[in-house]
Nanobody, 130 residues
Framework: QLQLVESGGGLVQPGGSLRLSCAAS????????IGWFRQAPGKEREGVSC????????NYALSVKDRFTISRDNAKNTVYLQMNSLKPEDTAVYYC???????????????????????WGQGTQVTVSS
């Protein structure tokens, strides 16, 4: 059974950077598309980024495009989310999730793909505040 554990969250000032990690255990990540999602208090969960199993396709929410970068290291069974130029509105609990499906999930709009992810981590808090 695939288990995911996020780390790297914390408190950072506006304009700062954080790198989130999503470490997998139990199964290799090679065959999984990985998504990062976030949920702020009182708001619905939203898709932030997605990387395909082959790493050939990445996708970003417009709100984070050009600031966040998703990457994966299958040898380490880990996916990363580098977050730069952080804004207070990026404050949320960030979750990584894995999906093992044939379709190119990351080609779809991030607002639609959440239900395809069957394995979720417990989340890591990111707070952007001065």
């Amino acid at each position: 059974q695939l288990q995911l554990v996020e780390s790297g969250g914390g408190l950072v000032q506006p304009g700062g950077s954080l790198r989130l990690s999503c470490a997998a255990s139990g199964l290799p990540l090679d065959d999984y598309h990985i998504g990062w999602f976030r949920q702020a208090p009182g708001k619905e969960r939203e898709g932030v980024s997605c990387i395909s199993s082959s790493a050939r396709t990445t996708n970003y929410a417009l709100s984070v495009k050009d600031r966040f970068t998703i990457s994966r290291d299958n040898a380490k069974n880990t996916v990363y989310l580098q977050m730069n130029s952080l804004k207070p509105e990026d404050t949320a609990v960030y979750y990584c999730a894995a999906a093992k499906v044939a379709r190119q999930l990351c080609d779809y709009g991030l607002e639609y793909i959440g239900p395809y992810f069957g394995s979720w981590g417990q989340g890591t808090q990111v707070t952007v505040s001065s």
